[in-house]
Nanobody
Framework: QVQLVESGGGLVQAGGSLRLSCVVS????????MGWYRQPPGKQRELVSS???????NYADSVKGRFTISRDSAKKMVYLQMSSLKPEDTAVYYC?????????????????WGQGTQVTVSS
């Protein structure tokens, strides 16, 4: 009933930029926090950035000043603008949303994930 789809990943040289997008679909009642996580090769998934429904943002220290998260609540989308990319930013990036959806007029809460998009930064 809920689907998150990321786009915008790819291969970029160090110092370059990419913009990730994520759209949420389904019978969505409300979306609270949205965020981006990443999983580098051989490492655990980690929080990159998050944004609340009122626009409060949070960033991992490693990306502060380089990445910017934003959301369009009407379109049910979240974005991650990544600049000054470094090889250590290479990872699969996942969209995450804390939301409420409905099925047959019953409401459910869910913490949902996208399938991930690969970001590779070459040196």
């Amino acid at each position: 009933q809920v689907q998150l789809v990321e786009s915008g990943g790819g291969l970029v040289q160090a110092g370059g930029s990419l913009r990730l997008s994520c759209v949420v679909s389904g019978t969505i009642v409300s979306i609270r926090n949205m965020g981006w996580y990443r999983q580098p090769p051989g490492k655990q998934r980690e929080l990159v950035s998050s944004i609340t429904s009122d626009g409060t943002t949070n960033y991992a220290d490693s990306v502060k000043g380089r990445f910017t998260i934003s959301r369009d609540s009407a379109k049910k989308m979240v974005y991650l603008q990544m600049s000054s990319l470094k090889p250590e930013d290479t990872a699969v990036y996942y969209c995450n949303a804390d939301l409420t959806y409905s099925t047959d007029r019953v409401w459910y809460t869910s913490n949902s994930w996208g399938q991930g998009t690969q970001v590779t930064v070459s040196s």
